[in-house]
């Protein structure tokens, strides 16, 4: 049996299943799953259908191409119009909508979009083809961050100037204090991301129970795993507690990957950022310094248009627990994986994918 196996044996998922039956829940409770991944994983394996009725999981804003906002895709639409660029980018992003075309539209009008599946072999394609602007599309959470940080630490030793990086990078911990402090929020705990913890530690979110008194648990993304983080989660609110735990023991340490942290803190400062749902969030995201401002591309002038949203479209309200996917007007119907309106729709982390694909009885 493979270490693998073992987090995804059915008897060990319904064993703890039992467990979660037996804790005395003082009313009905409802989970956030912070991270796209998990968000996947739980409708994939199923796991609603082994909760109480007690129990509720929602989705929450850690898919890292959901939250990416319309005003970003309409940028990196407009850089590719122009002559000699090369718009580089992860495979998800490219079916996005923007306000008016997304990067697979803009590509089959001509322009030169490619799909990379990492950001070091779009900086390796850079430097066989200096005759074209490579523009990479930088999103995602802390732990895409430093692999990113690493590609233009590269590219900066290497003088690599034909390369540069549109940059939208988030970080969690204030998108979160912001989503908690809105009015209206139910919330009762929080599936925090493994892989952005393995990164940031755990004391980020130290704030959470601390100034929400919301209990949090560092999981893993196996059945296994997701399924002794919400027995954590339980347990706290029955013992009245609130901390932040961790399940994901085999992965995760407390004060996370400090060369990591280091390298991020090189190349990136912190800056406000844009959110899917969310709007501005002060110091939620993270640019370019400016002391490397030769490879960052927010600095080509370009004419982009006025960003707006699909009518119809509530991805802002899935992303920020308000509404499951189903409650959208569009999901299913005007809105597909093969015609998506609506950024939760495209990416295999979203929520409205994942409900589309693997939760038959919820469309």
């Known amino acids: 049996m493979s270490a693998l196996s073992g987090y995804r044996d059915a008897e060990n998922v319904r064993r703890i299943a039992a467990q979660i039956a037996q804790v005395e ?7 956030m799953e912070v991270c796209g991944g998990h968000t996947a994983a739980i409708y994939r394996f199923a796991l609603h259908d082994l909760l109480p009725d007690a ?5 929450g804003p850690g898919c890292p191409v959901c939250v990416t906002a319309n005003d970003f895709v309409d940028r990196a639409v407009a850089l590719a119009q122009l002559p000699d660029v090369t718009i580089a980018t992860f495979g998800d992003l490219i079916r996005v909508p923007g306000s008016s075309r997304s990067l697979a539209e803009a590509r089959a009008r001509g322009a030169d979009v490619r799909v990379f599946y990492s ?22 959470f802390e732990t895409t961050a430093c692999t990113l940080a690493a590609t233009l630490a590269a590219a900066v030793q290497s003088g690599t100037r034909n390369f540069s990086m549109l940059c939208a990078l988030k970080t969690m911990p204030e998108a979160l204090r912001t989503l908690f402090s809105a009015p209206g929020v139910q919330i009762d705990g929080l599936i925090l991301p493994g892989h952005v913890t393995t990164v940031t530690g755990m004391a980020e979110f ?21 399924m002794e983080t919400i027995l954590m989660l339980c347990r706290q609110i029955e013992q009245k507690r609130a901390a932040v735990e961790n399940q994901y023991t085999r992965v995760v ?26 709007g501005d969030i002060p110091q939620s995201g993270l640019a370019i310094r400016k002391e490397f401002a030769a490879w960052d591309a927010a600095a080509i002038p370009v004419e982009v248009e006025p960003a707006r949203e699909h009518p119809g479209c509530r991805c802002g309200e899935v992303l920020r627990g308000m509404i499951r996917p189903k409650d959208c007007a569009l999901f299913g119907k005007a809105c597909t994986p093969e015609q998506p309106r609506g950024a939760c729709m495209v990416s295999s982390e979203g929520a409205c994918a994942a409900v589309y694909h693997f939760a038959a009885e919820e469309r």
């Open 25 to 31: 829940l003082p009313r009905p409770v409802r989970f």
């Open 55 to 59: 129990v509720r999981l929602v989705s």
């Open 119 to 140: 950001s070091a072999d779009a900086l390796e394609f850079a430097k066989t083809h200096p005759e074209r602007r490579v523009i990479f599309l930088a999103i995602g």
């Open 206 to 226: 130290d704030f959470v129970p601390r100034e929400f008194r919301i209990p949090c648990a560092v999981s893993g993304f196996e059945p296994v795993d997701l």
């Open 253 to 278: 340490r407390q004060d996370g990957n400090p060369h990591a942290q280091a390298l991020i803190a090189k190349m990136f400062e912190p800056c406000d950022m844009p959110w899917r749902g969310f």
